[in-house]
């Protein structure tokens, strides 16, 4: 799904012009991109900037003929609760200028770009917020967590036993061009299964795996292996870098998972006993899990593994179409809410009753009935993949139970089995 937009359009804020650039503006756009982002320009990174570019979804703020502030948006595929994959508005590359902060920049390249996306009917914008108190202005509010661990194989004796194997299974080492296609392959499938997580493009794979280079990045090979099943399927990948450092004579190196998708217990099992087992390591450092991933359970101590991050926001979501959002997803009990959401952008505006089936679909509806809760666009984003719970909302002053007990069995509704999450920065 395309957004639709008019090109050559030109919005005026303070005396600055705002306006989608062309493709042989995309390396004054990258080095605007740069300094907004307080990075040096270390080489161009136009070639990768072109390949991103689309015609109106990359925008730059103008001061007479110079960029002084940069956006871009693309269209991601986002799993919801249930399975089903919906569009997403992806925004990204949002810097200004720190001589030119604070002169309305940011808030008209948001509202063309929401604009833009709800009238070509895409349901949601997702984001990830460098700084937490810009973004909830504008509709948006956290709707993914990521965990990450550090586990010390001397507290642990790695797995415990009774745990799922794989008859006939087996692990293998790839190649950085074999990663790109049998990792393509398995995420295509994972990401599915897993609510919040959105698609890898080639682009993406051929970053990761260095078959294009960002300047000012210096990429390192790291290792990578694949489980297979006894047919030959490949079920589960790790990626991973070690560190070579030794305590005198005696080996102490960090074996950090950069990536690690399963597609079953039993190849999640492997994988995590053939990390916790590469000789020299004495701690596994895994960067970012899902919030709710059993990694310590499946320790014979689980005090091994200690926070690396701890249930940080990631992804941030905004809601643009309600029904076309919320029907899209399903529920984990039958009932309904009626909820009365307060947006100052307009889109999820009024009074909506979510009925769900015994089934766990849900139909999402207007309605002029009495209101159950009341919540502003910036809640009702961070419930709608399940990653916040309404108590919670309510607990903080976010959602408002206009009748008692409306929190306990919204949230009924709206819980998810798996905890939504997206392992990806975009």
């Not at 973004?135 to 586990?151: E, I, K």
């Not at 090979?221 to 990626?239: M, N, Q």
């Not at 905004?318 to 029904?323: A, H, I, T």
Request: overall charge negative.
């Amino acid at each position: 799904m395309g957004n639709s937009i008019d090109h050559t359009a030109v919005d005026t804020v303070n005396g600055l012009r705002i306006r989608a650039v062309s493709e042989d503006e995309v390396e004054a756009w990258d080095r605007a991109l740069a300094l907004g982002f307080l990075r040096p320009h270390v080489g161009s990174a136009a070639d990768l900037r072109r390949r991103q570019w689309e015609p109106g979804r990359m925008l730059a703020g103008f001061d007479g003929d110079r960029q002084i502030a940069t956006f871009r948006s693309f269209d991601a595929e986002l799993t919801v609760p249930g399975g089903a994959v919906i569009t997403a508005d992806a925004i990204t590359n949002v810097t200004v200028s720190a001589t030119h902060r604070r002169r309305g920049l940011l808030g008209t390249m948001m509202r063309r770009d929401l604009a833009t996306a709800a009238g070509s009917g895409t349901p949601v914008a997702i984001l990830i917020a460098a700084e937490y108190n810009i973004y909830g202005r504008f509709g948006f509010g956290p709707a993914t967590r990521g965990h990450g661990w550090n586990v010390d194989l001397y507290r642990t004796r790695g797995l415990r036993g009774g745990l799922p194997v794989v008859p006939g299974g087996r692990i293998d080492f790839v190649t950085m061009a074999e990663l790109r296609e049998l990792g393509a392959d398995l995420h295509e499938r994972w990401r599915r299964t897993q609510p919040g997580a959105i698609d890898r493009n080639e682009l993406w794979w051929q970053r990761t795996t260095g078959e294009v280079q960002v300047p000012g990045f210096d990429f390192k090979e790291p290792f990578a292996v694949v489980h297979r099943d006894a047919d030959g399927v490949v079920t589960g990948l790790a990626v991973y870098r070690i560190d070579d450092k030794w305590d005198g004579s005696y080996p102490n190196c960090t074996l950090t998972v950069e990536d690690f998708l399963a597609l079953d217990g039993g190849t999640t099992a492997e994988l995590w006993r053939f990390l916790l087992a590469v000789d020299w390591v004495r701690k596994v450092v895994v960067e970012n899990l899902g919030p709710d991933d059993p990694l310590p359970l499946l320790l014979q101590d689980p005090r091994a593994a200690t926070p690396y991050v701890e249930n940080a926001d990631f992804t941030w979501l905004r809601v643009l179409d309600v029904e076309a959002a919320f029907n899209a997803r399903t529920y984990g009990a039958p009932g309904r809410v009626v909820l009365e959401v307060d947006d100052k952008l307009g889109y999820a505006s009024g009074r909506w009753a979510l009925e769900v089936a015994e089934d766990g679909t849900g139909r999402c509806t207007r309605t002029t009935d009495d209101a159950d809760l009341a919540l502003g666009a910036s809640a009702l984003g961070s419930l709608y993949l399940g990653g916040e719970t309404v108590p919670r909302l309510a607990a903080a002053g976010l959602v408002t139970e206009a009748r008692p007990g409306a929190a306990a069995a919204a949230d009924l509704l709206l819980r998810t089995p798996l905890a939504a999450w997206n392992p990806d920065g975009f």
